[in-house]
């Protein structure tokens, strides 16, 4: 998938006192890359639900428009219960950003 098919799309969520974007682009990709090691195994363990891999996906969401932000302060804020609000914006953000595939081809088509 190349960054241009990335729709350029997030949404709203909230943590702490906070409101947030949850942009999925490829900043954001490389971010959670860099802090999780393997993009795949980030991807496995956000099925999941795994906590390490929420804190990593939001720290490198927010990351991506507050270089200030640390890993450990996302930590702190995050709490068991924001679990199952996180995981519906997460799949919400995932689906707004990836690209839209044409049936017939099985390709992604920009849009």
């Given at each position: 998938m190349k960054a241009s098919e990335l729709k350029n799309k997030g949404?709203?969520?909230k943590l702490g006192e906070k409101e947030y974007e949850l942009k999925l682009n490829m900043n954001t990709f490389c971010e959670l890359e860099e802090v999780y090691g393997d993009l795949n195994?980030?991807?496995d363990d956000l099925q999941s639900m795994k906590l390490k891999a929420v804190r990593a996906?939001?720290?490198s969401a927010i990351k991506v428009e507050d270089e200030s932000v640390t890993l450990k302060a996302i930590g702190e804020q995050l709490g068991l219960s924001d679990l199952e609000s996180l995981g519906s914006a997460i799949n919400e953000a995932l689906t707004k950003s990836m690209p839209e595939v044409d049936e017939t081809s099985g390709e992604a088509k920009a849009t």
């Amino acid at each position: 998938m190349k960054a241009s098919e990335l729709k350029n799309k997030g949404i709203k969520f909230k943590l702490g006192e906070k409101e947030y974007e949850l942009k999925l682009n490829m900043n954001t990709f490389c971010e959670l890359e860099e802090v999780y090691g393997d993009l795949n195994a980030a991807f496995d363990d956000l099925q999941s639900m795994k906590l390490k891999a929420v804190r990593a996906l939001l720290y490198s969401a927010i990351k991506v428009e507050d270089e200030s932000v640390t890993l450990k302060a996302i930590g702190e804020q995050l709490g068991l219960s924001d679990l199952e609000s996180l995981g519906s914006a997460i799949n919400e953000a995932l689906t707004k950003s990836m690209p839209e595939v044409d049936e017939t081809s099985g390709e992604a088509k920009a849009t």
